[in-house]
């Protein structure tokens, strides 16, 4: 006989490692999903019950004894609504990414995530075992197959699952973000539903861990492919669905909630705020300070923090020193008066020549170089460490993916601090968010970032009249080049044949690859793009792996 079943898309913000406050929070959406929608069946993300990516937690050895509690405290709330809950589920020894499909006193099955992600910054083939078998239940009059991330990218889970009947997949992931994500999940899905000949459901974790951020956009496709409900990407919620089931027990979704698709300006923006948030609030800071100097990077970092935390918990500190230049001064005071946030202005000059005083029978007879500039960038990282200390707030650090890329900046300097948003974001992409900031952001347009700090040539104003082209390629080159190595793996030689001058091109290679040590002193960073630093990119500090091919 036709008729409706209501499921609930569990899209939640859960913590690693909070197995107690994470089974709580999944108790109680059921009894939400229940109670508020009438709903038959709630899914939740991938590993709920841990967090994800829960690393080597998963080593410790009291893991199932805790995650064994989770599951009888979730089987005793005996609720009637069929909960479909991601877990680590251990069996002889080993390890399986698996998820219960509970109703009430009994869990009616389990299945084992078949395809283990060893790539970018997946390495679940560390901890888990791949399963082998589909899963399909009877649910509400629906014949319903299961599956967990990684196998929604290969064809055999969905073919498993067609051929044992199912009419309905149900997918549940903790899929991170990267630009155009959601694109690429979409045409995923498409292609999988045609293979499946079944509407699929898509469940996404919500919200930031570590430089990872989860952003959401559950989903639902019809069996031809057509993207019928999406939720609103980086908002943690529950979202209801209904799936029509014929009398030959076919599967349909109805057109229901688009939420609207965002540029990519918005994408990365909203991305860093909640990376931002998450990691200040699940690391239980009382708030953040950072250096602002006057120039684009700590600007967009100061509008970044104040929209992911409120101005009450930012803390901005202006440390000028001789080379400083007036409009720096004025434009880091107006950003900070505008946005309201609590400022300092602390100049260094004192420090720095005392620190000079100090050194006055090392440095005899020897040439002012890049070391006294150095000098300058650490007085202001003690002053920063310092009043993290005293207050309880982390420091954030401004530096972008260009500069960390060739080691522009200073270890224990500007590098000094807990987190680091702009880690993944490119010179030319801080400049487009600067503008989206200032004019797409809210509903009315607020120069938030004074327009003479986005107009005005970088620099770190270390030396007198320096700007970073002195010392680097345009940016507009050096980003080209930085994604065609970093992030596409092209050698020298196939970046040259794109069309770049030889000469620039091997110089910014050997940076990249003389500074690595830098970078693994780095903070981390919300990572936005394929192949950020950090998980994504792992190379060895000491090598000798030549340039060229």
Same mark, same amino acid.
């Given at each position: 006989m036709?008729?409706r $079943?209501?499921?609930?898309? %569990?899209?939640?913000?859960?913590?690693?490692?909070?197995?107690?406050?994470?089974?709580?929070?999944?108790? *109680?959406?059921a009894?939400q #999903?229940? #109670?508020?929608?009438?709903?038959?069946?709630?899914?939740?993300?991938?590993?709920?019950?841990?967090?994800?990516?829960?690393?080597?937690l998963?080593?410790?050895?009291? =893991?199932?004894?805790?995650?064994?509690?989770?599951?009888? !405290? &979730?089987?005793?709330?005996? $609720?009637?609504?069929?909960?479909?809950?991601? @877990?680590?589920?251990?069996?002889?020894g080993?390890?399986?990414?698996?998820?219960?499909?509970?109703?009430?006193?009994?869990c009616?099955?389990?299945?084992h995530?078949? @395809?283990?992600?060893?790539?970018?910054?997946?390495?679940?083939?560390?901890?888990?075992?791949?399963?082998?078998?589909?899963?399909?239940?009877?649910?509400?009059?629906a014949r319903?197959?299961?599956?967990?991330?990684?196998?929604?990218?290969?064809s055999?889970?969905?073919?498993? *699952?067609?051929? %044992?009947?199912?009419?309905?997949?149900?997918?549940?992931?903790?899929?991170?973000?990267? &630009? +155009?994500?959601?694109?690429?999940?979409?045409?995923?899905?498409q292609?999988?539903?045609?293979?499946?000949?079944?509407?699929?459901?898509?469940?996404?974790?919500?919200?930031?861990?570590?430089?990872?951020?989860?952003?959401g956009?559950?989903?639902?496709?019809?069996a031809?492919g057509?993207?019928?409900?999406?939720?609103?990407? @980086?908002?943690?919620?529950?979202?209801?669905?209904?799936i029509?089931?014929?009398?030959?027990?076919?599967c349909?979704?109805?057109?229901?909630?688009?939420?609207?698709? =965002?540029?990519?300006?918005?994408?990365?923006? !909203?991305?860093?705020?909640?990376?931002?948030?998450?990691y /200040?609030?699940?690391?239980k800071?009382?708030?953040?300070?950072?250096?602002?100097?006057?120039?684009?990077?700590?600007?967009?970092? $100061?509008?970044?923090?104040?929209?992911? $935390?409120?101005?009450?918990?930012?803390?901005?500190?202006?440390?000028?020193?001789?080379?400083?230049?007036?409009?720096?001064?004025?434009?880091?005071a107006q950003?900070a008066?505008?946005l309201g946030? +609590?400022?300092?202005?602390?100049?260094i000059?004192? &420090?720095?020549?005392? &620190?000079?005083?100090?050194?006055g029978?090392?440095?005899?007879?020897?040439?002012?170089? /890049?070391?006294?500039?150095?000098?300058?960038?650490? *007085?202001?990282?003690?002053?920063l460490?310092a009043?993290?200390?005293?207050?309880?707030?982390?420091?954030?650090?401004?530096?972008?993916?260009?500069?960390?890329?060739?080691? @522009?900046?200073?270890?224990y300097?500007d590098?000094?601090?807990?987190?680091?948003?702009? !880690?993944?974001?490119?010179k030319?992409?801080?400049?487009k968010?600067?503008?989206?900031?200032?004019?797409?952001?809210?509903?009315?347009?607020?120069e938030?970032?004074?327009?003479?700090?986005i107009?005005?040539?970088?620099?770190?104003?270390?030396?007198?009249?320096?700007?970073?082209?002195?010392?680097?390629?345009?940016?507009?080159?050096?980003? !080209?080049?930085?994604?065609?190595?970093?992030?596409?793996?092209y050698?020298?030689?196939?970046?040259v044949?794109?069309?770049? %001058?030889?000469?620039? /091109?091997?110089?910014?290679?050997?940076?990249?690859? =003389?500074?690595?040590?830098?970078?693994?002193q780095?903070?981390?960073?919300?990572?936005?793009t394929?192949?950020?630093?950090?998980?994504?990119?792992?190379?060895?500090?000491t090598?000798?792996?030549?340039?060229?091919?």
């Amino acid at each position: 006989m036709a008729h409706r $079943l209501k499921v609930v898309l %569990a899209q939640l913000n859960l913590l690693v490692g909070d197995i107690d406050g994470n089974t709580d929070r999944v108790i *109680a959406a059921a009894r939400q #999903a229940s #109670a508020e929608f009438s709903a038959d069946l709630i899914a939740f993300p991938e590993l709920a019950l841990t967090g994800y990516p829960p690393e080597d937690l998963l080593l410790r050895p009291s =893991l199932q004894i805790r995650v064994e509690k989770a599951l009888e !405290k &979730i089987l005793q709330a005996n $609720l009637s609504i069929v909960m479909v809950v991601g @877990y680590p589920q251990q069996i002889d020894g080993r390890l399986y990414n698996a998820l219960a499909i509970i109703k009430g006193l009994e869990c009616l099955a389990t299945y084992h995530k078949q @395809y283990l992600p060893n790539y970018q910054v997946f390495d679940e083939r560390r901890y888990f075992e791949p399963g082998s078998s589909p899963c399909v239940l009877d649910i509400a009059g629906a014949r319903i197959g299961f599956t967990i991330c990684e196998d929604m990218w290969q064809s055999d889970p969905i073919v498993q *699952a067609r051929d %044992a009947g199912a009419k309905l997949l149900i997918n549940i992931n903790a899929s991170p973000f990267h &630009i +155009n994500k959601l694109e690429e999940r979409k045409q995923l899905l498409q292609q999988r539903a045609a293979q499946g000949e079944f509407p699929i459901l898509y469940v996404n974790l919500v919200g930031g861990q570590d430089e990872l951020v989860f952003d959401g956009g559950s989903m639902a496709v019809t069996a031809s492919g057509k993207c019928h409900f999406l939720a609103p990407s @980086y908002v943690e919620g529950m979202y209801p669905l209904e799936i029509e089931v014929a009398d030959d027990d076919s599967c349909t979704v109805p057109e229901q909630d688009l939420a609207p698709e =965002l540029s990519m300006e918005a994408q990365v923006y !909203k991305a860093l705020e909640l990376g931002v948030r998450d990691y /200040v609030n699940k690391n239980k800071f009382k708030g953040i300070v950072l250096g602002l100097s006057g120039g684009i990077d700590s600007a967009l970092t $100061l509008a970044i923090a104040v929209d992911a $935390l409120g101005k009450d918990r930012v803390h901005a500190v202006m440390m000028p020193f001789e080379y400083t230049s007036k409009l720096s001064i004025e434009s880091a005071a107006q950003q900070a008066n505008h946005l309201g946030v +609590n400022y300092q202005v602390i100049a260094i000059n004192e &420090i720095y020549a005392a &620190i000079m005083e100090a050194l006055g029978d090392e440095f005899a007879g020897t040439e002012i170089d /890049v070391s006294e500039q150095n000098i300058q960038a650490r *007085a202001r990282g003690v002053l920063l460490m310092a009043i993290s200390n005293k207050k309880g707030v982390m420091v954030l650090t401004t530096g972008n993916k260009s500069e960390i890329a060739v080691g @522009y900046s200073t270890l224990y300097g500007d590098m000094a601090g807990g987190f680091d948003p702009l !880690k993944d974001v490119s010179k030319t992409l801080v400049y487009k968010l600067a503008n989206y900031r200032n004019t797409d952001h809210a509903a009315e347009a607020q120069e938030v970032i004074p327009r003479q700090v986005i107009d005005r040539p970088p620099t770190a104003e270390l030396a007198p009249g320096q700007v970073d082209q002195d010392s680097l390629p345009p940016y507009g080159v050096l980003d !080209k080049i930085l994604e065609l190595y970093i992030e596409r793996d092209y050698s020298a030689d196939a970046i040259v044949a794109e069309g770049f %001058a030889g000469e620039v /091109v091997r110089r910014v290679l050997s940076l990249v690859d =003389l500074n690595e040590y830098k970078r693994r002193q780095s903070p981390v960073g919300v990572r936005l793009t394929r192949r950020g630093f950090g998980r994504d990119r792992r190379y060895p500090i000491t090598n000798a792996w030549p340039i060229g091919e």
